[in-house]
C-alpha cells in the first residue's frame, strides 16, 4: 500500500502514545526519529530534578524518576510540551498530505487550466 494511500487518523494515537510514532506511521522516518529521540531525552533528563541528581551515585535513576508521590506539573512540562507539538506536527503534516491528495489534482486542473 503507498504511503499517501494510507489513512491519516491512525497517526493521532501514534503520536499521543508517544512522540515520533506518528511521524513513522506516515512515512517521516527521520522527522519521527527525531521527535522520538527529543521525547526521550525530556523524559530521561528534563523530568529529572536536576540534571547532576540524574546520575548520582546514591539512588538509581530509574528509582527516583518513578517517584510519583513527589512528581510535580513542572517535572512533566517539557516531555508533555514536546509530545503536544509533535501532534501538532503530525495533524500539519496531515493537513499537507490533503491539499496535495490525488482526488484534488483534478479539480485544481480544472480550474487553473480550462
Same mark, same amino acid.
Given at each position: 500500500?503507498?504511503?499517501?494511500?494510507?489513512?491519516? %487518523?491512525?497517526?493521532?494515537?501514534?503520536?499521543?502514545?508517544?512522540?515520533?510514532?506518528?511521524?513513522?506511521?506516515?512515512?517521516? %522516518?527521520?522527522?519521527?526519529?527525531?521527535?522520538?529521540?527529543?521525547?526521550?531525552?525530556?523524559?530521561? #533528563?528534563?523530568?529529572?530534578?536536576?540534571?547532576?541528581?540524574? #546520575?548520582?551515585?546514591?539512588?538509581?535513576?530509574?528509582?527516583?524518576?518513578?517517584?510519583?508521590?513527589?512528581?510535580? #506539573?513542572?517535572?512533566?512540562?517539557?516531555?508533555?510540551?514536546?509530545?503536544?507539538?509533535?501532534?501538532?506536527?503530525?495533524?500539519?503534516?496531515?493537513?499537507?498530505?490533503?491539499?496535495?491528495?490525488?482526488?484534488?489534482?483534478?479539480?485544481?486542473?480544472?480550474?487553473?487550466?480550462?
Amino acid at each position: 500500500m503507498s504511503e499517501r494511500r494510507r489513512p491519516i %487518523w491512525p497517526a493521532y494515537p501514534l503520536s499521543a502514545l508517544a512522540a515520533g510514532l506518528g511521524h513513522c506511521y506516515l512515512g517521516e %522516518w527521520k522527522r519521527g526519529a527525531s521527535w522520538f529521540g527529543l521525547y526521550v531525552l525530556a523524559l530521561a #533528563f528534563l523530568s529529572a530534578r536536576t540534571l547532576s541528581g540524574a #546520575f548520582e551515585l546514591s539512588e538509581p535513576f530509574l528509582v527516583t524518576a518513578l517517584q510519583f508521590t513527589a512528581v510535580s #506539573f513542572t517535572d512533566i512540562a517539557v516531555p508533555l510540551a514536546v509530545l503536544l507539538v509533535s501532534l501538532l506536527d503530525v495533524y500539519l503534516i496531515g493537513l499537507t498530505w490533503r491539499t496535495r491528495s490525488p482526488a484534488a489534482a483534478p479539480n485544481e486542473a480544472r480550474s487553473n487550466g480550462s
